[in-house]
């Protein structure tokens, strides 16, 4: 019963705690601010979670057709909460109290409101499990208790949980990874590691590679530093280790391997700018948005007397290399999968941080009083340095004081404690380490989160509003998607917003998420050259006002505010509006699926315009194997009736220099040349300032920007191609500077393909359902090919009339087959990746994990047996 009692105090110290750290975040709730980044905390979590819990609740694991122009939410998404173990315990919550009527119908301010409150039974359940983890290492409770807290309430779990709040799952998992590592060393058991290593990744792929870096360090140094006699030999723990971790990853398998391979089928452009080895002038002792060391922390790293303990060594030194690593641009990259440096592993160096406090309060008692006095003073001199060279911060400045006040007074309490060794006075001094810490961390909640991050700009007002989500701008949506019973899309985005559809619970024509299928950006980049009138790696937007790319891919409906300049894409007409928005819907739409006996092969198109590859799929199928059946039409490159003149600067051998606020070219097209139709314009465009700044680029009605080449979301596509509305002039306008533009080519479009593919259109049956569209068609014209709009990738599976076929990859990027005479009754099918052969890995190393933990404990309570009857 005394157990049990110790068990509900620590749980009820550990809310406790988590509701002080975050009282900032519930002030915040109460004046209707949420918990919540304004950038990708509003523009991805929010949409992706509302999205997973629409399509889980309806039965659909897999595949979302509103995923962009549609994705394996399963594996593209498991990188946020497709497999989050603590999202899909939330969604069941979520959906429970839906059932019950206790909230409405959850939407995603459901989903905003809930941050808070998972968040802080996330950090509670993080304590507890450190706080497991160091009793193991023999640390008493109250000790484990302490540093526990300074690992579940760092700085760096506020900044996961407010911008990216998947992030900070791995708080989670870190702890049992450790437990699982120290159960093989001191006690032969495996199944605490393999259990460990199955829901790490089978929770988060990046994240369990990052974990696992940490805790192969962590084992080869426990093989330096033994913390007893009886450890198990290295070569042994291998014995164990290896098959562990191999059982583990079969387990969680089922998970990471979909993801990978979606990681993987990604595409974004090789990171090549130089990173240095050492550079990061982060001040971790007052201002770090990631890593803010306590004053605790640093007090007990410079009590030398401490180091002789085992324990502590182990900790100071883990804590010492990460801190190292803090510093190091080149090992941010590793920890990134060597891409870019990003500082997400802080979270690894809190955690032997609050190991070293743990330990370092329980051996203080054994430490001389000059000892405490030298780290009392070292203490204060790190401050000063770190505050000397730091030259954003001052003395004077307010945040200067306010943490050199908690420093005195912790180190004041240490004093005294110096001068009276008594246990109650180290109690004083630990009450005073709290007191000063939870108004601190706290503070730098609203000093970096709220002020600098912007975050007291997420709120309930904002996401009810225009800029998000607002009851017209759904309402019009509803209204006009009610009328129509076919599966088609929309375009319309908020403020910019990739992920409006998801936030508004439509098939749109855009997806801004840090995984896609690389078959579509290269679709974008490359195959069709589709400008997104934004430049940015991780996303993929609307066809670039181009009406042949809207009539083939389903593109049926865009949405205008009326407050801006409307240029709809030729044959699109109002069709219906509210006051604020109007919609205008497409008149040459062409079927969902298309049938076609005419072939054109990838790399007779690779020489050819985007232009002419659009009237290539408009005439018929384009495929990467196999043989033409028709020529490729070329179209005249019209430059040669054009002059080019510069528009306030000069222009010459492909050098244009902007002198004005704003300037560029004007091309001056012949008299002789269409006045009708659209141009396409393509050229090579590229600052030659490598510091400049993302820069507006206007070519006559269209808009779009190009980002600094300073940035790590640039795409590295200079060659554009946009589409305007005929004129005789094309107006091409730049901010002040210098430009390499060049390469010209301008062509024509009439549209009588596409007039003549619509007015031919057949329509032809089909059924969309879950992962699964179903298209019946009786091939009497005796065509080749079939093919649909629906993203080629890897997992969907084809068969006709109930046999199998080869899918194809048709128009660069989607799916088609080839037919067969008479009726078609077609399936396409999507599973993840590899997912039956992943089933039965997954549960054979199950069953296999649970005999051998089966024989361990049948072989250890033979040992015991045998050493009481001797």
């Given at each position: 019963?005394?157990?049990?009692?110790?068990?509900?105090?620590?749980?009820?110290?550990?809310?406790?705690?988590?509701?002080?750290?975050?009282?900032?975040?519930?002030?915040?709730?109460?004046?209707?601010?949420?918990?919540?980044?304004?950038?990708?905390?509003?523009?991805?979590?929010?949409?992706?979670?509302?999205?997973?819990?629409?399509?889980?609740?309806?039965?659909?694991?897999?595949?979302?057709?509103?995923?962009?122009?549609?994705?394996?939410?399963?594996?593209?998404?498991?990188?946020?909460?497709?497999?989050?173990?603590?999202?899909?315990?939330?969604?069941?919550?979520?959906?429970?109290?839906?059932?019950?009527?206790?909230?409405?119908?959850?939407?995603?301010?459901?989903?905003?409101?809930?941050?808070?409150?998972?968040?802080?039974?996330?950090?509670?359940?993080?304590?507890?499990?450190?706080?497991?983890?160091?009793?193991?290492?023999?640390?008493?409770?109250?000790?484990?208790?302490?540093?526990?807290?300074?690992?579940?309430?760092?700085?760096?779990?506020?900044?996961?949980?407010?911008?990216?709040?998947?992030?900070?799952?791995?708080?989670?998992?870190?702890?049992?990874?450790?437990?699982?590592?120290?159960?093989?060393?001191?006690e032969r058991k495996p199944y605490w590691f393999i259990a460990a290593v199955a829901i790490s990744v089978f929770d988060n792929f990046y994240f369990s590679y990052i974990s696992f870096v940490f805790i192969g360090i962590y084992v080869i140094a426990r093989w330096f530093i033994k913390l007893s006699e009886d450890e198990l030999p290295i070569k042994s723990q291998l014995l164990y280790f290896i098959p562990a971790v191999l059982l583990g990853f079969g387990i969680?398998?089922?998970?990471?391997?979909?993801?990978?391979?979606?990681?993987?089928?990604?595409?974004?452009?090789?990171?090549?700018?130089?990173?240095?080895?050492?550079?990061?002038?982060?001040?971790?002792?007052?201002?770090?948005?990631?890593?803010?060391?306590?004053?605790?922390?640093?007090?007990?790293?410079?009590?030398?007397?401490?180091?002789?303990?085992?324990?502590?060594?182990?900790?100071?030194?883990?804590?010492?290399?990460?801190?190292?690593?803090?510093?190091?641009?080149?090992?941010?990259?590793?920890?990134?999968?060597?891409?870019?440096?990003?500082?997400?592993?802080?979270?690894?160096?809190?955690?032997?941080?609050?190991?070293?406090?743990?330990?370092?309060?329980?051996?203080?008692?054994?430490?001389?009083?000059?000892?405490?006095?030298?780290?009392?003073?070292?203490?204060?001199?790190?401050?000063?340095?770190?505050?000397?060279?730091?030259?954003?911060?001052?003395?004077?400045?307010?945040?200067?004081?306010?943490?050199?006040?908690?420093?005195?007074?912790?180190?004041?309490?240490?004093?005294?404690?110096?001068?009276?060794?008594?246990?109650?006075?180290?109690?004083?001094?630990?009450?005073?380490?709290?007191?000063?810490?939870?108004?601190?961390?706290?503070?730098?909640?609203?000093?970096?989160?709220?002020?600098?991050?912007?975050?007291?700009?997420?709120?309930?007002?904002?996401?009810?509003?225009?800029?998000?989500?607002?009851?017209?701008?759904?309402?019009?949506?509803?209204?006009?998607?009610?009328?129509?019973?076919?599966?088609?899309?929309?375009?319309?985005?908020?403020?910019?917003?990739?992920?409006?559809?998801?936030?508004?619970?439509?098939?749109?024509?855009?997806?801004?998420?840090?995984?896609?299928?690389?078959?579509?950006?290269?679709?974008?980049?490359?195959?069709?050259?589709?400008?997104?009138?934004?430049?940015?790696?991780?996303?993929?937007?609307?066809?670039?006002?181009?009406?042949?790319?809207?009539?083939?891919?389903?593109?049926?409906?865009?949405?205008?505010?009326?407050?801006?300049?409307?240029?709809?894409?030729?044959?699109?007409?109002?069709?219906?509006?509210?006051?604020?928005?109007?919609?205008?819907?497409?008149?040459?739409?062409?079927?969902?699926?298309?049938?076609?006996?005419?072939?054109?092969?990838?790399?007779?198109?690779?020489?050819?315009?985007?232009?002419?590859?659009?009237?290539?799929?408009?005439?018929?199928?384009?495929?990467?194997?196999?043989?033409?059946?028709?020529?490729?039409?070329?179209?005249?490159?019209?430059?040669?009736?054009?002059?080019?003149?510069?528009?306030?600067?000069?222009?010459?051998?492909?050098?244009?220099?902007?002198?004005?606020?704003?300037?560029?070219?004007?091309?001056?097209?012949?008299?002789?040349?269409?006045?009708?139709?659209?141009?396409?314009?393509?050229?090579?465009?590229?600052?030659?300032?490598?510091?400049?700044?993302?820069?507006?680029?206007?070519?006559?009605?269209?808009?779009?920007?190009?980002?600094?080449?300073?940035?790590?979301?640039?795409?590295?596509?200079?060659?554009?191609?946009?589409?305007?509305?005929?004129?005789?002039?094309?107006?091409?306008?730049?901010?002040?500077?210098?430009?390499?533009?060049?390469?010209?080519?301008?062509?024509?479009?009439?549209?009588?393909?596409?007039?003549?593919?619509?007015?031919?259109?057949?329509?032809?049956?089909?059924?969309?359902?879950?992962?699964?569209?179903?298209?019946?068609?009786?091939?009497?014209?005796?065509?080749?090919?079939?093919?649909?709009?629906?993203?080629?990738?890897?997992?969907?599976?084809?068969?006709?009339?109930?046999?199998?076929?080869?899918?194809?990859?048709?128009?660069?990027?989607?799916?088609?087959?080839?037919?067969?005479?008479?009726?078609?009754?077609?399936?396409?099918?999507?599973?993840?990746?590899?997912?039956?052969?992943?089933?039965?890995?997954?549960?054979?190393?199950?069953?296999?994990?649970?005999?051998?933990?089966?024989?361990?404990?049948?072989?250890?309570?033979?040992?015991?047996?045998?050493?009481?009857?001797?």
């Amino acid at each position: 019963m005394k157990r049990s009692w110790k068990v509900v105090l620590l749980v009820l110290a550990a809310l406790t705690f988590a509701v002080l750290v975050h009282l900032h975040f519930i002030r915040e709730y109460f004046d209707g601010r949420f918990m919540l980044g304004p950038n990708d905390g509003m523009a991805q979590m929010l949409p992706f979670k509302q999205h997973l819990y629409e399509q889980y609740t309806q039965g659909n694991f897999f595949y979302s057709f509103s995923f962009g122009l549609g994705g394996g939410i399963y594996s593209q998404l498991a990188y946020y909460f497709s497999t989050s173990i603590v999202y899909l315990v939330t969604l069941l919550v979520i959906k429970l109290l839906d059932i019950a009527n206790v909230i409405g119908s959850p939407d995603v301010v459901t989903w905003a409101k809930a941050i808070l409150p998972v968040s802080i039974i996330r950090l509670t359940a993080a304590l507890l499990l450190a706080v497991g983890v160091f009793r193991y290492l023999r640390i008493p409770l109250l000790p484990a208790f302490i540093g526990s807290c300074f690992y579940a309430g760092s700085a760096i779990y506020f900044r996961h949980v407010v911008y990216w709040e998947f992030f900070a799952n791995a708080f989670l998992w870190l702890p049992l990874l450790v437990l699982g590592v120290e159960k093989i060393i001191r006690e032969r058991k495996p199944y605490w590691f393999i259990a460990a290593v199955a829901i790490s990744v089978f929770d988060n792929f990046y994240f369990s590679y990052i974990s696992f870096v940490f805790i192969g360090i962590y084992v080869i140094a426990r093989w330096f530093i033994k913390l007893s006699e009886d450890e198990l030999p290295i070569k042994s723990q291998l014995l164990y280790f290896i098959p562990a971790v191999l059982l583990g990853f079969g387990i969680g398998s089922i998970s990471f391997i979909p993801s990978v391979y979606a990681f993987l089928n990604n595409y974004r452009p090789a990171f090549d700018d130089p990173i240095p080895f050492y550079g990061n002038d982060d001040n971790i002792l007052f201002t770090s948005r990631t890593l803010l060391l306590p004053v605790l922390f640093v007090f007990l790293m410079c009590v030398a007397g401490l180091y002789k303990n085992k324990l502590f060594r182990l900790f100071a030194i883990l804590s010492i290399l990460f801190i190292f690593f803090q510093g190091s641009p080149r090992i941010a990259s590793i920890f990134n999968g060597f891409s870019a440096p990003q500082y997400r592993f802080e979270y690894l160096t809190m955690f032997v941080v609050a190991g070293t406090i743990a330990v370092g309060i329980t051996q203080l008692y054994k430490v001389k009083n000059w000892h405490l006095l030298a780290s009392i003073g070292i203490t204060v001199l790190l401050y000063s340095l770190y505050l000397h060279h730091d030259l954003t911060l001052d003395w004077a400045d307010d945040w200067a004081k306010y943490v050199w006040t908690g420093v005195a007074l912790v180190l004041l309490a240490f004093l005294i404690y110096m001068l009276k060794r008594e246990a109650w006075m180290l109690g004083i001094c630990l009450v005073v380490v709290f007191a000063t810490y939870i108004p601190l961390i706290n503070s730098h909640q609203e000093k970096q989160l709220s002020d600098a991050g912007n975050v007291d700009n997420s709120t309930l007002q904002l996401l009810t509003s225009d800029k998000y989500a607002s009851n017209e701008q759904q309402e019009l949506i509803h209204d006009v998607l009610a009328s129509d019973d076919s599966f088609t899309r929309l375009e319309w985005k908020t403020d910019d917003s990739n992920n409006t559809n998801m936030v508004q619970g439509f098939p749109g024509i855009s997806i801004y998420s840090s995984i896609l299928n690389k078959e579509l950006l290269f679709f974008y980049y490359h195959d069709l050259n589709i400008d997104m009138k934004r430049e940015s790696v991780s996303r993929y937007s609307g066809f670039g006002n181009r009406a042949n790319l809207y009539s083939m891919l389903n593109g049926k409906y865009i949405m205008f505010d009326k407050q801006e300049a409307i240029a709809a894409p030729y044959g699109f007409r109002p069709y219906m509006e509210s006051s604020d928005y109007i919609v205008y819907r497409n008149d040459n739409l062409l079927p969902f699926a298309r049938v076609t006996a005419n072939v054109f092969q990838e790399n007779e198109l690779e020489s050819h315009t985007p232009l002419e590859r659009e009237h290539a799929m408009l005439d018929g199928i384009v495929l990467a194997d196999g043989e033409s059946t028709q020529e490729v039409e070329s179209l005249p490159n019209l430059m040669d009736k054009v002059s080019v003149e510069a528009a306030g600067g000069t222009y010459q051998d492909g050098q244009l220099q902007v002198e004005q606020i704003e300037g560029g070219l004007d091309l001056q097209l012949d008299e002789d040349l269409p006045q009708t139709g659209d141009y396409y314009i393509s050229f090579y465009l590229k600052n030659n300032d490598v510091s400049a700044p993302l820069y507006d680029l206007t070519v006559n009605e269209f808009e779009t920007d190009r980002k600094s080449q300073q940035s790590i979301y640039r795409t590295k596509i200079d060659e554009l191609t946009i589409r305007v509305q005929a004129a005789d002039t094309i107006r091409i306008r730049l901010p002040e500077g210098s430009y390499t533009i060049e390469d010209f080519r301008l062509q024509h479009e009439d549209y009588q393909k596409l007039d003549s593919a619509a007015a031919q259109a057949e329509e032809i049956p089909f059924t969309i359902s879950r992962s699964q569209v179903t298209v019946d068609y009786n091939n009497q014209l005796e065509d080749s090919y079939l093919k649909i709009p629906v993203p080629y990738e890897k997992g969907w599976q084809v068969s006709v009339n109930g046999e199998g076929q080869e899918l194809l990859k048709a128009d660069y990027a989607f799916l088609g087959v080839k037919l067969q005479s008479g009726d078609n009754h077609i399936v396409f099918t999507y599973r993840p990746p590899y997912w039956n052969l992943l089933l039965v890995l997954c549960i054979g190393s199950l069953i296999v994990s649970l005999a051998w933990g089966f024989f361990l404990r049948k072989r250890h309570m033979a040992g015991e047996k045998g050493d009481k009857e001797a």
